[in-house]
């Protein structure tokens, strides 16, 4: 296998304490051995922490957001491949994917290669439609609903019992245990993100979490359990291991053959009391500990990067008992180090110069 | 008792258990307790390595083991239905 020598476009820097995936990708990247290539920095925002990590990036660009529109990234990475190269864009938030599903042909054209999944396959995934997977594909689902307007929860009660969860499209998940606290969450919900807002059994246990790549055909190239450790008051995992679960492994397997998953996710699953495993949600995308999978001989990063390219991928077996812990830390810099990203929205040879 | 079998414990007594990612610190009698039930001992035959080690009297001990087993019940470390032979 030769070493990887070519650029790389990561987004999803902002390592806030909600952070988003990139800089965890970067940081697999690195850890890879057979990686000799350059990272590009792919940021919202100026002040996108992961911008300003030491040694992660060798330049950074911003993009526009999603809202603006396909034209205007595709656009943008162009500019970005003929200014600094980019041979494999790995996208790492879920509202980035709509713009990009379906542009595997336009983007190799440009000479940008990616591992996504197709639209059928993300949209089949999607939390409105994981009741499917349960009638579909016989996988274990919480009883859900999609609501489009707040009516509908107050006769949810004849459908569902409480507590239920009120989830919107994208982000975020709020327990309800009365239909007030439901009512309030659907308008919160709804405010941030839009409708429709998805409505789920709570299932009371223990979450765990899958990372994984899906071949596209129905089988899986790597897949690494974690449970958290520690967690924030968000529910975000600040600290976690690897283990060694059969079940949620067979689980993942049954999901990515049924959904012939191709790309990465990230599967959320509840444990109940009994054992029973219950799928919550499959995320289009790498999670913000994938860091983790390189740390336990399983670098699902690198191996995206060679399946872009068309390399054929077999990794090892992961190790057990690999864990991550966050930190937040303050990164010391210049106030110069902001003038570049904000006023020409590039910065190159960023690591050069930390 | 596959749960126990599968326990990673190390020397100081951190105990990992890598099918939940669960993870316990125990002091040097937990770790001899949990090593021995691990190891098929017996309430008596852990009492009587244990009154070997610490200077502490049988009955304390006997309780203490017992409590101990109860916690790992609780815990799930072992099957609800576990109970030390005599």
């Given at each position: 296998m030769a070493p990887f020598t070519g650029t790389v476009g990561v987004t999803g820097l902002n390592a806030t304490d909600n952070p988003g995936p990139g800089v965890a990708v970067a940081t697999a990247l690195r850890h890879h051995p057979d990686f000799q290539g350059r990272i590009v920095g792919l940021a919202y925002d100026s002040l996108d922490p992961g911008l300003y990590l030491p040694g992660l990036f060798d330049a950074a660009f911003l993009i526009p957001y999603p809202s603006t529109g396909r034209a205007a990234l595709l656009g943008r990475l162009e500019y970005i491949r003929e200014t600094e190269g980019l041979d494999v864009l790995i996208p790492t938030l879920d509202s980035e994917l709509p713009a990009l599903l379906g542009q595997e042909p336009t983007l190799e054209e440009m000479g940008i290669r990616t591992f996504l999944p197709t639209r059928a396959q993300h949209d089949e995934r999607a939390k409105a439609n994981l009741d499917l997977l349960r009638s579909r594909h016989d996988i274990p689902v919480p009883q859900c609903e999609t609501l489009v307007?707040?009516?509908?929860l107050y006769t949810l009660h004849e459908r569902m019992d409480f507590p239920v969860v009120v989830k919107s499209l994208f982000y975020g998940a709020k327990v309800a245990q009365t239909l007030d606290e439901a009512v309030a969450a659907f308008h919160m919900a709804a405010a941030k993100w839009g409708l429709p807002i998805i409505v789920q059994r709570f299932v009371a246990g223990e979450e765990y979490n899958v990372a994984a790549i899906g071949d596209g055909r129905g089988g899986v190239v790597g897949a690494v359990p974690m449970k958290k450790l520690m967690l924030t008051d968000s529910g975000k995992g600040w600290a976690g291991v690897t283990i060694a679960d059969r079940p949620l492994l067979a689980l993942t397997e049954r999901i990515m053959a049924a959904l012939k998953w191709r790309g990465p996710c990230e599967i959320e699953v509840m444990r109940d009391r009994d054992g029973g495993l219950h799928l919550m949600e499959i995320n289009p995308r790498f999670p913000a500990w994938i860091d983790l999978t390189a740390g336990a001989g399983q670098n699902l990063p690198f191996a995206y990067v060679q399946l872009a390219m068309g390399e054929a991928v077999t990794l090892p077996p992961f190790k057990v008992g690999a864990a991550f812990v966050r930190a937040s830390t303050n990164t010391l810099i210049d106030i110069s180090a902001l003038d570049a990203i904000s006023t020409a929205g590039e910065m190159l040879s960023t690591r050069s110069s930390s | 008792m596959d749960t126990l079998n599968n326990l990673a414990i190390s020397p100081t007594g951190f105990v990992f258990?890598?099918?939940?990612g669960a993870t316990y610190s125990v002091n040097a009698t937990g770790r001899a307790v949990l090593e021995g039930i691990r190891d098929g001992l017996g309430l008596e035959a852990l009492v009587a390595q244990l009154s070997e080690r610490f200077a502490v009297g049988e009955a304390d001990l006997r309780r203490d083991v017992l409590e101990y087993a109860r916690v790992l019940r609780e815990q799930q470390l072992v099957p609800n239905t576990f109970e030390l032979e005599s």
């Open positions: 307007s707040v009516d509908d | 258990d890598p099918t939940t």
